[in-house]
């Protein structure tokens, strides 16, 4: 497809339980981001990532949260034991530069934590 | 740190009628964002505003940074049901303008009823 691909779509799972979300940006976009949002709230910048090094992890709310992009493609964001306030959408973007202000955004990954 | 409130929070009209939206930061704006999320979707990208006084518009929409660079505004002519959506405003979070660690508003919520 063209634009950013994220899997899955909809995540449910026990709390305590680990959690992988992936994102597939566009093709030849060097810049991912991660963003996540929570009902009623805009997306909070979790991560970003320059090719396969992790440029700013500063939105990371805690250890538990760990991103990889290790071929500079693909990206998935981890999770840890998994907490009910963890429930969220998880965005994924990307974009070819960073200078230009236009993320593509990919549908996200709705994680509900039970 | 910088806060974004939109206002409304939400917003009914006639297709056909003109409406504005509102973005207020708590501190100077270095590059103002809008995006466009439908329910459920990931962000669409509308326009970037960096210098004050800036306005741009892409076919019935457009939007303006104040002289302050404090506030922006999204006006949007003649609605039509295609611009119903959530409605976000966005703000680098950094002073030295990255372009990616944005920090959003709540949104506003845009119903054009036929």
């Known amino acids: 497809g063209a634009g950013v691909s994220q899997t899955p779509s909809n995540k449910v799972t026990e709390k305590g339980k680990y959690v992988e979300l992936r994102c597939d940006p566009i093709s030849g976009h060097t810049a991912l981001y991660w963003y996540r949002q929570s009902l009623g709230q805009g997306p909070e910048f979790l991560i970003y990532f320059q090719g396969t090094g992790a440029a700013d992890d500063s939105g990371l709310p805690n250890d538990r949260f760990f991103a990889v992009r290790p071929e500079g493609s693909v990206s998935t964001l981890k999770i840890q034991r998994t907490e009910r306030g963890d429930s969220a959408m998880y965005l994924c973007?990307?974009?070819?530069?960073?200078?230009?202000?236009?993320?593509?955004f990919g549908e996200g990954s709705r994680l509900t934590v039970l | 740190s910088q806060e974004l409130e939109q206002s409304p929070q939400s917003l009914i009209v006639q297709e056909g009628k003109n409406l504005t939206i509102n973005c207020t930061s708590s501190k100077t704006l270095y590059g103002l964002y809008w995006y466009k999320q439908k329910y459920g979707e990931g962000l669409i990208f509308l326009m970037m505003?960096?210098?004050?006084?800036e306005e741009k518009s892409h076919e019935k929409i457009t939007a303006k940074l104040d002289e302050k660079k404090q506030q922006s505004s999204l006006h949007i002519t003649a609605s039509q049901p295609s611009h119903a959506g959530i409605y976000l405003c966005g703000a680098d979070k950094d002073s030295g303008g990255s372009n990616y660690k944005l920090t959003f508003g709540k949104g506003t919520l845009l119903t054009v009823n036929p």
């Open positions: 505003l960096q210098k004050g006084g």
């Open positions: 973007a990307s974009s070819l530069h960073t200078d230009t202000g236009e993320l593509f």
